[in-house]
Each structure stands twice: as C-alpha cells, then as structure tokens.
C-alpha cells in the first residue's frame, strides 16, 4: 500500500501543479476574450499533460499496476492518455477544491471574460459602423 500512497501523490502533486500553471492561461486577457466558455479548457489540459508525460514517459496507470503487483505492462501510449486525462480531472478537482476554500474565485474570472467578450463586440461593432458610414460617404 505504500506504492499506492506515492502514485496517488504524484497524482496530486501532478494536478495541483497543472491547476497552478494553467491558471494564468485561461485567466490571459487574450484566453477570456476568444476562447472563454467554448469548451477548450479540458482538451488544452488533456493535450499539455499528454505531451509532458510523452516527454518525461511518464504512465500513472502503470504506476498503479506495479503497486498492485500485476505484471509491470511498461510504459503505454494508452496509459499516457488515461494519465493525461486523470491529470486534468484532478486539476478540476484541485480547482473545485481551491474554489471552496476562496482561494480561486471563478465568479471574477467569469465577470473577467464578459467584459472581454463585450469589448470585443464593442471593437466589432465601431468598425462596422465605420465601414457603413465610409461606404455610405462614397455614394454620396
């Protein structure tokens, strides 16, 4: 059970350390203005996790098994993938978590994106109006 205690908190480790890092992405100005509310948030994670634990080889559900003692499967690309998603399932508990306790407050981010998003209808807006009235200048 030792074995079992140190993948799980690697697992943990792992998700505080993708919430924390990530954060100031989906926070990013840029982040709130396009993509805020379009689902990207847990493919985004699921892809960084993957290509790190790619990188690092690094396989969680092969971790488990060798603690379990089953046979050792090796590191597998399949395994990769669970990791990678158990990663950013554990990022968005982690975020739950910090939610909670007040430490992250999804209502100001939330507030954060619609006033980019407005910003932005704003932009689009005014230069409409100016393209209409430049055109409506040509006729006349």
Same mark, same amino acid.
């Given at each position: 059970?030792?074995?079992?205690?140190?993948? !799980?908190?690697?697992? !943990?480790?792992?998700?505080?350390?993708?919430?924390?890092?990530?954060?100031?992405?989906?926070?990013?100005?840029?982040?709130? $203005?396009? =993509?805020?509310?379009? &689902?990207?948030?847990?493919?985004? +994670?699921?892809?960084?996790?993957?290509?790190? =634990?790619?990188?690092? $080889? !690094?396989?969680?559900?092969?971790?488990?098994?060798? #603690?379990?003692?089953? +046979?050792?499967?090796?590191? +597998?690309?399949?395994?990769?993938?669970? +990791?990678?998603?158990?990663?950013?399932?554990?990022?968005?508990?982690?975020? $739950?978590?910090?939610?909670?306790?007040?430490?992250?407050?999804?209502?100001?981010?939330?507030?954060?994106?619609?006033?980019?998003?407005?910003?932005?209808?704003?932009?689009?807006? #005014?230069?409409?109006?100016?393209?209409?009235?430049?055109?409506?200048?040509?006729? &006349?």
């Amino acid at each position: 059970m030792e074995n079992i205690g140190e993948v !799980l908190v690697k697992f !943990l480790v792992l998700s505080v350390v993708f919430e924390v890092a990530l954060t100031p992405v989906f926070n990013w100005r840029i982040f709130l $203005r396009y =993509f805020d509310g379009k &689902g990207l948030k847990t493919p985004l +994670t699921i892809i960084l996790a993957f290509l790190m =634990f790619w990188g690092y $080889r !690094l396989d969680i559900i092969r971790d488990i098994l060798v #603690a379990l003692n089953y +046979t050792d499967p090796g590191i +597998t690309f399949w395994g990769q993938v669970i +990791t990678a998603m158990l990663i950013a399932g554990g990022s968005d508990g982690v975020f $739950r978590v910090f939610t909670k306790l007040g430490i992250r407050n999804p209502a100001e981010a939330e507030e954060k994106a619609k006033i980019e998003q407005q910003a932005l209808r704003d932009r689009e807006a #005014a230069k409409e109006a100016a393209k209409l009235a430049a055109e409506k200048d040509k006729q &006349g």
